[in-house]
T-cell receptor, first 110, second 116 residues
Framework: QKEVEQNSGPLSVPEGAIASLNCTYS??????FFWYRQYSGKSPELIMS????GDKEDGRFTAQLNKASQYVSLLIRDSQPSDSATYLC??????????FGSGTRLQVQP | DAGVIQSPRHEVTEMGQEVTLRCKPI?????LFWYRQTMMRGLELLIY????????DSGMPEDRFSAKMPNASFSTLKIQPSEPRDSAVYFC??????????????FGSGTQLSVL
């Protein structure tokens, strides 16, 4: 079992819709959770972090965490073609380095 | 700030040759990470250093891989001998901070390695 699992996609949504990206993790000791965005041919960049159960909003992005279900999600409201990218879920436990999922490719259709 | 600088951007080599990838972290950052990305396996940690000391090298595939950080501003990842299965994008990343040191990673542009 992979430590961090994501559906590879592609997830295709029309412009203006809500995109919902999901991630599950296997280690219950994981403490912090992150979403990185990676455009094709580019390097990952951090867009959201979440540490406690519930929702965290930042502009058009909302991260959701449910530690009991070991589930993290990212919602993108009013999706734009510029949001088309691969979204990487990452988890952190203690002193270890980030563990990344394989990513979900999002396509926003104009 | 120039960001994390990696070289070369692209490397094409033949099986059996030695490959050296280089990384200059952001000045003042005290952690440095080497990740490898492939379609099949995603983004995998190879090794990370904190204050120039290797902390976790459990991701280094085998003895063919070695990494060094002789000072705070330079690191190398060496593959000797290289094999076609080593073909991937190799990212170097750095971060700064105390308890949250490993959270926000700043990635370099990556080295696209092709071993023929």
């Amino acid at each position: 079992q992979k430590e961090v699992e994501q559906n590879s996609g592609p997830l295709s949504v029309p412009e203006g819709a809500i995109a919902s990206l999901n991630c599950t993790y296997s280690d219950r000791g994981s403490q912090s959770f992150f979403w990185y965005r990676q455009y094709s041919g580019k390097s990952p960049e951090l867009i959201m972090s979440i540490y406690s159960n519930g929702d965290k909003e930042d502009g058009r992005f909302t991260a959701q965490l449910n530690k009991a279900s070991q589930y993290v999600s990212l919602l993108i409201r009013d999706s734009q073609p510029s949001d088309s990218a691969t979204y990487l879920c990452a988890v952190l436990k203690g002193w270890r380095a980030l563990t990344f999922g394989s990513g979900t490719r999002l396509q926003v259709q104009p | 700030d120039a960001g994390v600088i990696q070289s070369p951007r692209h490397e094409v080599t033949e099986m059996g040759q030695e490959v050296t990838l280089r990384c200059k972290p952001i000045s003042g950052h005290n952690s440095l990470f080497w990740y490898r990305q492939t379609m099949m396996r995603g983004l995998e940690l190879l090794i990370y250093f904190n204050n120039n000391v290797p902390i976790d090298d459990s991701g280094m595939p085998e003895d063919r891989f070695s990494a060094k950080m002789p000072n705070a501003s330079f690191s190398t990842l060496k593959i000797q001998p290289s094999e076609p299965r080593d073909s991937a994008v190799y990212f170097c990343a750095s971060s700064f901070g105390g308890s949250s040191t490993n959270e926000k990673l700043f990635f370099g542009s990556g080295t696209q390695l092709s071993v023929l």
